[in-house]
Structures are given as C-alpha cells and as structure tokens.
C-alpha cells in the first residue's frame, strides 16, 4: 500500500506517445496572451530552479575562501566552513539554525567532479546536504547512515570518467549545477566551540584533480574576512521577474526533463524560441512571470499557506529536498526556508499562528510546553527556533535564537515538562529566564526542527504542543 499521505502515482494512458511529438510546430504564430500565460506558468514551477542557478553564477565570481562579513564565500566546487553559529546579521538563507555550524558552496559538475572529505566526527551529530538545480538531495552522507571517514565524490549526469583510487563511493547529481552545505552540530557552551574546531578543520571539498589521497586541513578561522556586503532586511534577491525570460534557457538546459516533464519543457522553450524574435513574445512572457512573482510566489513565504495542516496550527511537510514534480511545496518550500534536509535527516515544524489561530506577534507572552517526555524524539537533536516577519533572526541581549538540546541550562519542572518561555522583555524569574526564547518586534515565526527523528516523528504520531497566549 501507499503512504496514506500522499495521491495515487498518475497512471500513463495507453496512447501516451500521441501526446509526446518533438516538439510544437515552431512556424505558428502564438498570442501574446498565451505567452504570457506560459511565462507565469513556468516562473512558478522553475523558480526553484533559477534560485539555486543563480546563487551558482555568484559563487563564480568569487575567487578564495573567505568570510564575508557575518556570511561565507567560496569558488564554485568549494565551501567554506563557518566557526561558530551563524551571525543574526545573515540574510543570504532565511531561516538559518543556530544548533549546527554551517558550511555553504555551489557546484559546478560540468567542470569538474568533486571530492568531499569526512572526517571522524566520533560522537557528534553531522548531516552534509548536497542538492541538486531542482534543490532534491542526491547524496546520503551523515550520521544517520553510519557514513564512514574518507573520500566522497560527487559527479554530474553525463561524467563516465575513472574514479581514482580511495574514493569510498560515488554520488551522481541529475544536474550539473547544485548547492552542498555541512551542518555540523555544536552545544552552546565555550567548550564544545573549542573542540568543534579540528574536526572541522577536515570538512572540505575541492575539484578532483586536487585529490591526492590524503585529508586536506585548514584552519577556517584563519581565512581572510572580508567586509560585510550592503544587505536589506529580508533574503538577499535571487530570482529577477524582469531577467527570467532571458535565464530560462540555461536552467532548463542543465536540468534534463524529469518523467512526465517532456511535453511541459517542449511548450516553454517553444515560446521561449518566439520570444528571441519577437520582442512583443518576449514582454508578454516577462509580464506574465511579474505577475506569478506577486501573486503565485510571494504568498507563499508564509509558512501557513502551505504544507500539512497539524494540531494547534502547526504545519510541515513529508517529501522535503525529494519534490521530483511536486512543483506547488517545492516552490514553497523554496520561498520560504531553502536547502532543508531529508525527512529522515530533519523533520520541520512551523507555526505561525498561536493555538487560537491569531497571528504570532512579539507584541504579546507565549508559552509552549512539552509534557515529560514529549521533546521531538529523535537519535540527534532538537530546537525551537524564532524568526521575524522576514524569516531571520533579530539581534537580542543574550544573543539566543533557538533552545533545545545544545542549550545546557534550560530548567525542567517538577513533573517532567519543559516549558519554552517567547516573549519580548526579559522575565524576572530565575526559571523563566533560563527557558526564555527572546521574541523580536512585529509578526513572528517558531520552527521545530528534529535532527535524525524517529519514527514517531517522521510518522506522524509526535506533533508540537500548542504555543499558547498568556499575555
């Protein structure tokens, strides 16, 4: 049987190839309103896409390691490793945790390979995510599948070279173009800052043709920093309306029709192949993805207008980073919060929405309590993090962002619970203050996440407790 959660695959007609021909007869003469209709269709389904092209390009500029202000740079087949958790000033990827230290890259397969190094992580949890133009992950390395220490290489669809020797296995990307990111998980104390140092030393990833068998070391903290780039208050822009008609090309180029894609990519390069010629086309296409922008994209940065709905106004999702054409939560997801993880490596929880259905707001107290025993079950760890209205974190006194395992002072009541105190002012009891999650001003987001769940948690059958209003 299926999952329950998930339709009936779509069964193929019998006469499916009368559907498929090469391509639409390219000699017809098509409306500006049908181009335009195609613009706004396809703005939505390949923004993803064009979101994670484009975050490629920039890398190419790019020409060392470096840290950029509270925020990392790397040539494209590099990355480069932060040293602590991330800054509250970032605003490349909304969402950001602050349990793991983060690694960031982009990938270029058609110019090379890659080799990524595992060090021994002993004890500590660790997950690397690699996706790919689509943002689907195309790699199992982390502690939840007993990955081994060594040398891990990355190819791209059409590589058929030799693999060199002491290469542990190899993870092949249907596209040449893809983003990897090491999350490295930490404890909020001075100490484990201290000791996460030399393991990361040993997270890299490089070109194949700098493999030479052996652990490559640098020591991240000794990498230039450079000055902060200018940045607003929400994610940094990577997806242009007014640019997309003359990008889609390459995107659609670097990432082969899934199943079933066929026919969608013949009608759109096919207005995209008028649009060269005619510069009515090319506006009516240009309109149509401005619109899809505004109307299609932008609603669903908000975490509840998608997603499966939950007890108490809590939302998720159950195919993250695996959306094949599930085009609606991939573009979501996307918008919202990009580069999550597996489901089996994270499950996420957003709220925002309190238990009575208001809107979450750092104007008002809540409270949120997990009965005894009731924390996210997982084999790694958890959080409850909070966000702005912009999806990021707002500097505060304590510089606290999140709370959950990596905190070592949260205060457990008499009969087993633990209560997460979110709120603006400081509370002046002792207990609260150390369960306290500093609220910024204006609309908020909480976010659960599950590092390595259970199957109570991936399942169904664990849901966060209401955030309840007290004041």
């Not at 390949?46 to 040539?75: C, D, K, Y």
């Not at 505060?396 to 990596?406: E, W």
């Amino acid at each position: 049987m299926g999952s329950p959660h998930l339709p009936a695959p779509v069964q193929i007609g019998p006469g499916w190839a009368r559907g498929m021909p090469a391509a639409p007869d390219a000699s017809v003469r098509i409306t500006t309103a049908y181009a335009r209709h195609v613009g706004r269709d396809a703005y939505f389904w390949t923004w993803p896409m064009v979101n994670v092209f484009n975050r490629r390009l920039h890398f190419a500029t790019t020409s060392e390691l470096a840290h950029v202000g509270p925020l990392i740079q790397a040539p494209v087949n590099q990355f480069t490793m932060l040293t602590d958790y991330v800054s509250p000033e970032e605003r490349v990827v909304a969402c950001p945790n602050q349990d793991v230290v983060y690694g960031l890259g982009a990938i270029g397969l058609d110019e090379s390979p890659v080799v990524v190094q595992v060090p021994d992580f002993g004890d500590r949890f660790w997950v690397y995510q690699a996706v790919d133009l689509r943002t689907d992950s195309f790699v199992r390395l982390g502690a939840m599948y007993a990955t081994t220490p060594g040398f891990y290489l990355l190819v791209g669809p059409d590589w058929d070279g030799d693999v060199p020797p002491g290469i542990t296995q190899v993870f092949r990307s249907p596209t040449s173009t893809g983003l990897v990111g090491p999350r490295i998980f930490m404890d909020d104390t001075d100490e484990d800052r201290a000791a996460i140092q030399e393991v990361i030393s040993r997270v890299r990833m490089y070109p194949v043709d700098q493999y030479d068998g052996q652990m490559k070391v640098i020591d991240w903290k000794g990498i230039p920093q450079l000055p902060e780039l200018p940045h607003g208050e929400e994610e940094t822009q990577w997806v242009f309306p007014e640019k997309f008609v003359d990008e889609l090309p390459r995107v659609l180029a670097d990432a082969t029709p899934l199943p079933g894609e066929e026919a969608r990519y013949a009608q759109v390069l096919a207005v995209l192949e008028a649009a060269k010629n005619d510069p009515d086309v090319h506006q009516a296409m240009t309109d149509g993805a401005v619109e899809a922008d505004a109307e299609l994209v932008k609603p669903l940065f908000q975490f509840r207008s998608y997603g499966r709905q939950l007890p108490h106004h809590w939302t998720t999702i159950s195919n993250e980073s695996a959306f094949g054409v599930d085009y609606y939560t991939r573009t979501a997801v996307a918008k919202s919060n990009i580069l999550v993880n597996s489901p089996n490596e994270t499950k996420y929880f957003y709220a925002d929405l309190d238990a009575d259905g208001h809107r979450l707001n750092g104007g008002s107290r809540y409270e949120v309590t997990f009965p005894a025993g009731q924390t996210p079950p997982v084999h790694g760890f958890w959080s409850l993090s909070i966000y702005n209205e912009h999806h990021f974190f707002v500097a505060n006194d304590i510089n606290r962002f999140s709370v959950g395992t990596k905190n070592k002072d949260l205060v457990v009541a008499d009969d087993g619970s633990l209560t997460i105190y979110v709120q603006a002012d400081e509370p002046t009891d002792a207990t609260r203050r150390a369960n306290w999650l500093p609220a910024p001003a204006g609309d908020i987001s909480l976010y659960v996440r599950a590092y390595w769940p259970t199957v109570e948690t991936t399942g169904g059958d664990w849901t966060p407790p209401p955030v309840r209003r007290i004041g």
